[in-house]
């Protein structure tokens, strides 16, 4: 059963950082690519980004050059670190094994972890 468990969520400041973990169990994460989505209340779920098993990564327009995906496969983890936060960045965080079907990446796993709530206000 393959399971995913997000961390690192918080209150923070428009523009602080944050550093999200995604610790998953049940499945050799260094043979598949990761990625991290985001949800607002009553809103679908939106890829943030993503990283390859060769280490390529992707991001959504509204990131790029903020936020940063990593994985450490030792630790069967994959990390977000964002920086310059927005009010806009405001959402639950979570992670999952995705594939490409043609040009767009989607998740693998229909379960999801509890995500980790990040909010960006002062």
């Known amino acids: 059963q393959v399971q995913f468990v997000e961390s690192g969520g918080g209150l923070v400041e428009p523009g602080g950082s944050l550093r999200l973990s995604c610790a998953a169990s049940?499945?050799?994460?260094?043979?598949?690519?990761m990625a991290w989505y985001r949800r607002d209340p009553g809103k679908q779920r939106d890829l943030v980004a993503s990283i390859t098993t060769n280490l390529n990564t992707n991001y959504a327009d509204s990131v790029k050059g903020r936020f940063t995906i990593s994985r450490d496969n030792a630790k069967n983890t994959v990390y977000l670190e964002m920086n310059s936060l927005k009010p806009e960045d405001t959402a639950v965080y979570y992670c999952?094994?995705?594939?490409?079907?043609?040009?767009?990446?989607?998740?693998?796993?229909?379960?999801w972890g509890q995500g980790t709530q990040v909010t960006v206000s002062s």
């Open positions: 999952n094994v995705v594939t490409l079907i043609g040009s767009t990446w989607s998740p693998v796993f229909g379960s």
């Open positions: 049940g499945i050799n994460t260094s043979r598949v690519a």
